[in-house]
């Protein structure tokens, strides 16, 4: 069977390579769009804060031969650790400026974060190996699915539409939503706002770092992984927009698909098919697709 | 009166340097100093963070350098070609950019650049990884050997310097003064009467321009353009520089490159150095971590040192 004249098994194989890629960039730009509602900083920091989970789950196992699965607990929780700190230590100085300088030093951090990385490990890739439980594929009658890659989407979607019960059901997303319209109200209603600052960037950094721990057996896990993707996050969320959490969500996932699909039909397109929608939306819909105009 | 004196003193130590320092590594100097006035112009003097100016650069760099090499067009006309490439591609990037404000125009630039990078890595006449060799530097009006060092530093310097006197005469303009309007009020400068979107593009072409020029520079006085020039690596060194010298003074970009571009060159020297004093067998391979010190010089600036050098020896005089 044949699509436009592409096999069907390898058409499907790249649709869903395209969902993978997708899900990390919903996941991502979720993170962006949380931390930026809150603290208005887009964080420069969080394509490193990926690779660092990524290479959390590597290191895990390889030196303590701790299993993919408590990794993929745990190195959430350490970079969200790590996040808080950068926060309380250094980003706070910041709010009262310009945003600029929050991005600026998210630049700079990722810099030092990368550089400690390459100075240990190279530019070359680690290979991770997927987890025993997930290895292998199933075969669907019309194309083998690679259930490792079936779990990243699977998951990734779980914890993104979770994150859009939290935010928009419940009480704590609704404190969450007040403090990003007005955080000087909500403080005065006894919210402790400055905790709530820190854990917005803490849970941030961890869907950055899960994402990471996602990608570690698909992707190869090496020190610039992350700075080659943040700047197509920046990309997808310009395009969606920062206003709304099913936006991000939806946004990924499809420039994701699109993504995929171009590598299928018209290779030579397929790392700036993202950037060429960018300017498209900018020309068609300038505050996004998702997005308020101010 | 004071003002002209400096001016002069900076102009004839400008013409003496080449003979006490390498002048490879003055005229490089010189190039970083006027692609961080370009920039400048845009942060400083506009108030527009432009994360994407290594396209401009190692765009200019590129087409310079194959006008050179495979057309063999004589040295003025290179130039020209890729500051007018940088130009153009500046009034399509800015064009798009400043339909969004603020830190979104910062993440559009960075996106397009980054989309231009991606172009040059896959077409042919980059040469991809191993970058574009061999540029050849011909002759001057047809005439002067610019393989000389010494000829092409003075080359160099002239059009550094009348590119400088063009920015200041700019930036003091009237032209200038609404670019300060724009700046400090986007609204207000609206209300007044001024079409703020024609001034923000002009503002970021001509920057675009003034960085392509400076690539294009640097592409015949090395003699070669890489991916390095249009990585986004190379859009943050040049915000560095200026942050270093100090964001919107006239001179504090010149000594931000000449501090980085020094770093950049003497990091290993103070490394080993470093190694044999404390005896850390790691100072040695501080000539490799040039990003981590750079990343570190970047969170101390933002965090405690904002007007940059200038900036802040401006304020205590004051």
């Known amino acids: 069977m044949e699509i436009f004249g592409i096999p069907l098994a390898a058409f499907l194989g790249q649709l869903l390579l395209g969902l993978v890629n997708g899900s990390f960039y919903a996941m991502l730009s979720l993170g962006l769009a949380v931390i930026f509602g809150l603290l208005n900083v887009i964080n420069f920091a969080h394509g490193a804060l990926y690779m660092m989970g990524a290479f959390l789950a590597w290191m895990g196992l390889q030196y303590f031969g701790i299993s993919y699965w408590v990794m993929l607990l745990l190195a959430p929780l350490m970079i969200a650790l790590f996040g808080m700190v950068i926060e309380r230590s250094m980003l706070r100085w910041l709010y009262q400026l310009d945003h600029l300088y929050g991005l600026l030093l998210t630049f700079g951090i990722t810099l030092i974060i990368e550089g400690v990385f390459r100075s240990f490990y190279g530019v070359s890739g680690q290979p991770f190996a997927v987890p025993p439980q997930l290895a292998g594929a199933t075969d669907l009658g019309f194309m083998m699915l690679p259930i490792y890659r079936a779990w990243v989407v699977v998951a990734s979607l779980v914890v993104c539409l979770a994150t859009w019960f939290v935010i928009e059901k419940t009480r704590l997303g609704a404190y969450l939503r007040a403090g990003t319209e007005n955080p000087r109200m ?52 310009v395009i969606g927009g920062m206003g709304s959490i099913l936006g991000s969500i939806v946004t990924g996932l499809a420039l994701g698909v699109i993504e995929g699909l171009t590598k299928v039909f018209y290779p030579e397109l397929s790392s700036t098919v993202v950037f060429i929608i960018m300017a498209i939306v900018l020309l068609v819909r300038p505050a996004g697709l998702f997005g308020r105009e101010k | 009166m004071s003002r002209k004196l400096g001016y002069t003193a900076v102009l004839l130590g400008l013409l003496i340097a080449p003979f006490a ?41 590129y087409i310079t350098g194959h006008a050179l090499k495979m057309w063999g067009l004589p040295f003025e006309l290179g130039i020209l070609i890729g500051t007018l490439f940088a130009a153009l591609v500046g009034w399509v990037i800015g064009g798009l950019a400043i339909r969004r404000q603020g830190i979104y125009f910062t993440m559009i630039t960075l996106a397009l650049a980054q989309m231009l990078f991606f172009v040059f890595l896959q077409a042919p006449f980059t040469g991809g990884e191993d970058g574009l060799q061999s540029i050849p530097r011909g002759y001057l009006l047809g005439v002067i050997d610019l393989r000389n060092d010494l000829t092409m530093y003075y080359v160099v310097l002239a059009i550094m310097v009348l590119s400088f006197a063009l920015i200041v005469r700019v930036i003091h303009s009237p032209f200038g003064q609404v670019l300060k309007a724009v700046r400090e009020n986007e609204p207000r400068a609206t209300s007044l009467g001024y079409e703020v979107a024609r001034y923000k593009l002009l503002a970021f072409v001509l920057s675009a321009a003034l960085a392509g020029l400076a690539g294009s520079v640097k592409a015949v006085v090395l003699g070669f353009g890489t991916l390095t020039d249009v990585h986004w690596s190379m859009s943050g060194l040049v915000v560095l520089m200026t942050l270093v010298g100090g964001m919107g003074t006239l001179f504090g970009p010149v000594l931000g490159a000449i501090i980085i571009i020094a770093l950049e060159n ?53």
């Open chain 2, 21 to 61: 320092l390498y002048p490879v590594l003055l005229m490089k100097i010189l190039c970083f100093a006027l692609f961080a006035c370009a920039f400048n112009l845009l942060i400083g003097f506009t108030g527009l963070l432009s994360f994407g100016h290594a396209a401009f650069f190692g765009g200019a760099a």
């Open chain 2, 266 to 318: 003497k990091l290993g020297d103070v490394g080993a150095w470093l190694a044999q004093v404390t005896a850390v067998e790691w100072f040695n391979t501080l000539g490799e971590s040039v990003t981590m010190i750079t990343g570190l010089i970047f969170v101390i600036c933002v965090l405690a040192f904002r007007r940059g050098i200038i900036g802040e020896l401006a304020a205590r005089i004051r």
């Open chain 1, 186 to 237: 909500v403080e005065a209603f006894g919210i402790n706002v400055p905790l709530m600052v820190t854990l917005t960037y803490g849970f941030g950094v961890a869907l950055a770092a899960f994402a990471g721990v996602l990608a570690a057996p698909v992707l190869q896990v090496s020190p610039l992984m992350g700075s080659n993707l943040i700047v197509t996050i920046f990309a997808v969320v």
